[in-house]
């Protein structure tokens, strides 16, 4: 069986290559690094065309921090939305048998809900913070659903929480907010600051997942045929969340960094929660036993100690 990951080089990507390793699958990895831009139509065609694949993994995205998809809303919005009508048009075009599993962030449900169930996922409007990237993640479903009755080319909509954990950018700006924190305050300490900044009130709750564990259950859903078999979408979801506050003292914590915490409150602070309801995933997934924060926030600071020296 041929699986092929889309933005295989990313944060997503890259983990999804640890978990698929010598796994009995061959797994081909494109983005614009191997000249298959998802904006460029023909580019994706013709990879399909050269791979052949059965599975693609969608990990590719115009992505970055909160203050850059709204730094930069036309942008990330133009880009993810062609990348979805680009890949679903060429499957189409090129093999309708092709499956896809395609990843959703959950800024894409309604800002103003605190557990965020399948059930309430059209009941609201994404919060302003995050729409430009929210939105096109929303338009990704309804060409899943189209292209189905249409066409029947089948989607897994997954929807996962904030992710974290190695490999992704080095860059605060582009970086998951997780990963920004622990890159921060890796420097701050490195620089024997002796306060660290939070941006925003600290408040906002939000619930976490070790990037890892996301790529463990896409290959569940692989190696187990559960495409058919998965409510659409479907939350990987905890239903746990911490604040932002305390997810940066579990940080400090795990630095052993005696560091006054401050607050930059010129910076937004996005929904006041974002957890993912767990009904649907404890259903399909009973036995999956998700990375406790302190460990992955452990084991992603080891990564990035080792990374930030190279830089």
């Not at 990879?47 to 850059?68: R, T």
């Not at 939000?206 to 979408?233: C, G, H």
């Not at 969340?241 to 400090?252: A, L």
Request: with cysteine; aromatic share 10%; hydrophobic share 35%.
């Amino acid at each position: 069986m041929k699986i092929l990951i889309l933005g295989g080089f990313g944060f997503m990507g890259k983990n999804l290559n640890v978990e698929f390793k010598d796994s009995k699958y061959q797994i081909y990895n494109e983005s614009r690094r191997t000249n298959c831009d998802l904006i460029d139509i023909n580019s994706i065609k013709q990879k399909l065309k050269d791979i052949q694949p059965d599975i693609i993994i969608n990990a590719s995205a115009h992505v970055g921090s909160m203050s850059y998809v709204s730094k930069y809303s036309g942008d990330v919005i133009r880009d993810n939305s062609l990348m979805y009508l680009n890949l679903y048009e060429s499957v189409k075009q090129v093999n309708p048998n092709i499956k896809i599993i395609n990843p959703i962030s959950n800024c894409s449900y309604p800002g103003i809900i605190d557990i965020q169930d399948e059930d309430n996922w059209w009941s609201g409007q994404i919060h302003p913070s995050v729409e430009s990237y929210g939105t096109p993640k929303k338009l990704g479903f309804i060409l899943s659903e189209c292209y189905k009755n249409q066409y029947n080319i089948e989607t897994t909509n997954l929807i996962i929480p904030n992710s974290y954990g190695p490999e992704d950018y080095l860059d605060e700006e582009r970086t998951h907010a997780m990963n920004g924190i622990i890159m921060r305050m890796i420097n701050a300490k490195n620089n024997k600051d002796n306060q660290f900044v939070i941006w925003g009130t600290g408040t906002p709750i939000r619930e976490w997942i070790f990037m890892p564990d996301v790529a463990k259950i896409i290959k569940q859903i692989v190696d187990e045929n559960l495409f058919e078999k998965l409510p659409n979408p479907i939350n990987l979801g905890q239903r746990h969340g911490i604040s932002i506050k305390d997810t940066v003292q579990m940080v400090k914590n795990s630095l052993n960094y005696n560091v006054e915490l401050v607050y930059d409150t010129t910076k937004t602070d996005g929904a006041p929660i974002k957890v993912l309801g767990n009904k649907l995933f404890n259903e399909y997934f009973p036995s999956f036993n998700f990375t406790s924060y302190e460990e992955g926030i452990s084991n992603t600071i080891n990564y990035y100690k080792k990374k930030l020296k190279q830089i």
